[in-house]
């Protein structure tokens, strides 16, 4: 099985941006589709954006255009690059991996998460 660690979330002004990393341990991340999801309070987990294990990437229509969701196979990590953030992309990011087709729900393992705050 694979461990999951996010970084990277905190408080940025609207308009800014922000780098989120999610380091993979035990296991090789390329061979996963790796996703990450947010979850705002009082909302439901949405899915943001995920990367398969060919390199295929999916984003959500909230992010297409202001975000980029890479895999440095090196470092066993895959980012999600935020531009352009506004107050609603306010949410706890979470990383996920999972084997199998499809991108969708559900993943196998879970990070615990990074919150990311858009101050407007």
């Known amino acids: 099985q694979v461990q999951l660690v996010e970084s990277g979330g905190g408080l940025v002004q609207a308009g800014g941006s922000l780098r989120l990393s999610c380091a993979a341990s035990g296991r090789t991340v390329s061979v996963y589709t790796t996703g990450w999801f947010r979850q705002a309070p009082g909302k439901e987990r949405e899915f943001v954006a995920a990367?398969?294990?060919?390199?295929?990437?999916y984003y959500a229509d909230s992010v297409k255009g202001r975000s980029t969701i890479s895999r440095d196979n090196a470092k066993n990590t895959v980012y999600l690059q935020m531009n352009s953030l506004k107050p609603e992309d306010t949410a706890v990011y979470s990383c996920?991996?999972?084997?199998?087709?499809?991108?969708?729900?559900?993943?196998?393992?879970w990070g615990q998460g990074t919150q990311v705050t858009v101050s407007s």
């Open positions: 990367i398969r294990s060919l390199g295929f990437t």
């Open positions: 996920a991996a999972k084997g199998g087709l499809g991108y969708g729900l559900p993943y196998d393992y």
